[in-house]
């Protein structure tokens, strides 16, 4: 095995759709591989671009989001490191449904059509996996439309930075946790179905409630668990 052949496959592995898959398995999808590297800001492809493979994100942050003709941004979802995108509509054979954009410099893999249809037909139980994986991000789908249909605005913001707390915080023996924000306040706020006029005020409310202490992008949160109770 040659050391590019190696290199894509122990990338590979990363994704959650490969997972299970031994390594002279995964092999077999490296003919159909492309590295990836585009800096922030970069449009990997717009809605209506025709898709021949998904993605797995390397390292950085992608936006995926719908743009109106006038220039108005709603972001769908922010991926990071180990997600993968535009599985669905590979295997709908249809046009990209929303826009891909680099929110930091990032590291991607290409994965083509081709080697994954391939090996579907090779491997009923890879089969499987696919669905498995597109029926979770199915779940997390209605996930998301049950919170903005039922929870107020103060509710997804505090969802959310208990979220983010959950991925990479580590409280103090006090409760006491910094939470530093992936990106943008505006992109956030987007995800969240808010705007951020409003996102900005209930962030306000907060501190003056004593919730949370804002620097920047970085939110300390005093007590967790008060936050968390604030919730109930």
């Known amino acids: 095995m040659d050391a590019r052949t190696e290199r894509i ?26 590295e990836q590297k585009v800096g922030r800001g970069c449009v990997l492809f717009h809605k209506g671009d025709p898709c021949h493979g998904f993605h797995l994100v390397l390292t950085g942050q992608i936006k995926l989001a719908f743009i109106s003709a006038n220039g108005n941004e709603k972001v769908v979802e922010i991926l990071r490191a180990g997600q993968t995108f535009g599985e669905a509509v590979m295997f709908m054979d249809k046009p990209y449904a929303v826009t891909a954009q680099a929110l930091t410099d990032c590291t991607l893999l290409h994965i083509s059509q081709r080697v994954i249809f391939e090996e579907m037909e090779r491997a009923p139980l890879f089969c ?47 409760g006491r946790v910094s939470v530093r924000l992936p990106t943008s306040k505006s992109v956030i706020a987007s995800r969240l179905n808010l705007t951020r006029e409003y996102f900005s005020r209930i962030l306000q409310e907060l501190i003056e409630s004593g919730l949370i202490a804002v620097e920047g992008r970085t939110i300390h949160i005093p007590d967790i668990c008060r936050l968390r109770k604030s919730l109930d």
């Open 9 to 34: 496959s122990r990338l590979l592995a990363q994704a959650p759709l490969f997972g299970g898959l031994v390594q002279s398995e995964i092999v077999r999808f490296t003919c159909g591989v492309r």
């Open 128 to 174: 499987r996996k696919i669905v498995t994986g597109l029926s979770q991000r199915l779940l997390r789908l209605l996930d998301d439309v049950e919170f903005y249909s039922l929870r107020t605005g103060r509710e997804r913001i505090i969802s959310y930075l208990l979220r983010e707390e959950e991925m990479g915080g580590s409280p103090t023996p006090t």
